[in-house]
T-cell receptor, first 111, second 112 residues
Framework: GIQVEQSPPDLILQEGANSTLRCNFSDSVNNLQWFHQNPWGQLINLFYIPSGTKQNGRLSATTVATERYSLLYISSSQTTDSGVYFC?????????????FGQGTELSVKP | NAGVTQTPKFRVLKTGQSMTLLCAQDMNHEYMYWYRQDPGMGLRLIHYSVGEGTTAKGEVPDGYNVSRLKKQNFLLGLESAAPSQTSVYFCASAGLNRDEQYFGPGTRLTVT
């Protein structure tokens, strides 16, 4: 099955710094989503981005489907950005459109 | 518009007890999913449904059953809980295009 790898596994930033999180996947996808899991365990949809670039405030994401990777950019980080960031992909042939999750990047933003 | 809701939020069971987790969505979505999340890991699919009255097995279905009697509800049952089922359970739904999935707040289950 498709493999999803995220890097780095952990990241510590000072407030105000920028960061780039990466998601590599091993096969063609028709769905790619980025989630933020906050310290209370909630999964928050950040982007639905199977290809192209999107921006939402301080966050932006780019997926290069032909090269099988996606990047999540966080600019001017804040302590509320702390948590785990997951990339999840879906393929047209998989079970009912299920998402395959990466292991996540744990981000800690220090004041 | 509440999106995806799950009940209960927390539950503690003894080994061998049974329970049902309820997922409800008000977006008229066709597809619904149950995932589990274990410490330090991403989510894994337990069962899913492509429409009212249909269910199918996912990646880790053993020990669970599901039902989708109404389009807006997807129930996950544990007939005889085991400590290995201690986890956080997330429900999700998606529209006809099976594109963006929307997740509920999760249910934290502990089996002692």
């Amino acid at each position: 099955g498709i493999q999803v790898e995220q890097s780095p596994p952990d990241l510590i930033l000072q407030e105000g710094a920028n960061s780039t999180l990466r998601c590599n996947f091993s096969d063609s996808v028709n769905n790619l989503q980025w989630f933020h899991q906050n310290p209370w365990g909630q999964l928050i949809n950040l982007f639905y981005i199977p290809s192209g670039t999107k921006q939402n405030g301080r966050l932006s994401a780019t997926t290069v489907a032909t090269e099988r990777y996606s990047l999540l950019y966080i600019s001017s980080s804040q302590t509320t950005d702390s948590g785990v960031y997951f990339c999840a992909v879906g393929t047209s042939y998989n079970q009912g459109g299920k998402l395959i999750f990466g292991q996540g990047t744990e981000l800690s933003v220090k004041p | 518009n509440a999106g995806v809701t799950q009940t209960p939020k927390f539950r503690v069971l003894k080994t061998g007890q049974s329970m049902t987790l309820l997922c409800a969505q008000d977006m008229n979505h066709e597809y619904m999913y149950w995932y589990r999340q274990d410490p330090g890991m991403g989510l894994r699919l337990i069962h899913y449904s492509v429409g009212e009255g249909t269910t199918a097995k996912g990646e880790v279905p053993d020990g669970y059953n599901v039902s989708r009697l109404k389009k807006q509800n997807f129930l996950l049952g544990l007939e005889s809980a085991a400590p290995s089922q201690t986890s956080v359970y997330f429900c999700a739904s998606a529209g006809l295009n099976r594109d963006e999935q929307y997740f509920g707040p999760g249910t934290r289950l502990t089996v002692t």
